[in-house]
């Protein structure tokens, strides 16, 4: 798909010694140009932004987010969801997901990059298991609706047991997930801190980027 081609400066995946102090030197750069572009984007499309604050196991924490599309002369194209992050001791974070889709909007791929402490971290997103009975029920990524089901799901506490099994369930789920991404992280496969050079591609990745609403109940 032409709009998976726009990702080809992905560079492959490395080992990276992020212990080096020419490399965190790298890596901070890397996240204050990172933060530079998202806070750019949101500046830009401000009268498309959402915004929703939520409690998740005793927290507190705001998030907005703004989606985008990079389209394909195909008919793929590429869903951006740029979204931040703040919680109750002001630790604020910084987000951008690109993910790849057909012409009929199925999801093919995924790459979430992320503000991570002092560097910026890339992780590869799978695409969600599919079939004939899914193929019409599309879904587009949205950071607020995640966090909104996940969070919803802890701070009710009169739940029957219909609904408690559910929670357990997307808890299950949740640390599953977290659970493969940092296995992965540790033998190198994801995760992957990286440098301004790519950031800087993904700001040209952006420039031809366009308000892609998202529908909401």
Do not use: W
Not at 70 to 96: C, E, M, P, Q, W
Not at 170 to 178: G, I, Q, T
Not at 193 to 203: F, K, L, W
């Amino acid at each position: 798909m032409q709009a998976g081609d726009r990702l080809q400066f992905i560079p492959p995946i490395e080992f990276i010694d992020i212990t080096q102090p020419d490399r965190r030197e790298q890596f901070l750069d890397a996240r204050e140009t990172f933060s530079d572009l998202c806070r750019a984007l949101f500046q830009r499309f401000q009268d498309e932004m959402r915004a929703a604050q939520f409690t998740a196991e005793t927290r507190d924490f705001s998030i907005v987010e703004i989606s985008l599309k990079v389209k394909a002369g195909d008919g793929s194209y590429l869903h951006i969801v740029v979204f931040s992050t703040k919680d109750d001791r002001d630790r604020l974070t910084f987000n951008v997901s690109i993910i790849e889709h057909n012409p009929s909007d199925l999801y093919l791929s995924g790459i979430l990059y992320g503000t991570e402490d002092d560097r910026v971290v890339r992780t590869v997103l799978s695409a969600p298991d599919t079939d004939e009975d899914t193929l019409d029920d599309v879904t587009f990524f949205s950071a607020i609706d995640y966090f909104s089901s996940f969070s919803e799901l802890n701070i009710h506490p009169d739940l029957d047991e219909e609904d408690l099994d559910e929670r357990d369930a997307v808890k299950k789920e949740v640390l599953n997930e977290l659970e493969n991404l940092y296995l992965d992280e540790e033998m190198g496969f994801n995760r992957i801190p990286v440098a301004v050079e790519e950031i800087d591609r993904i700001a040209q990745l952006l420039m031809d980027v366009e308000s892609f609403p998202l529908i909401t109940e």
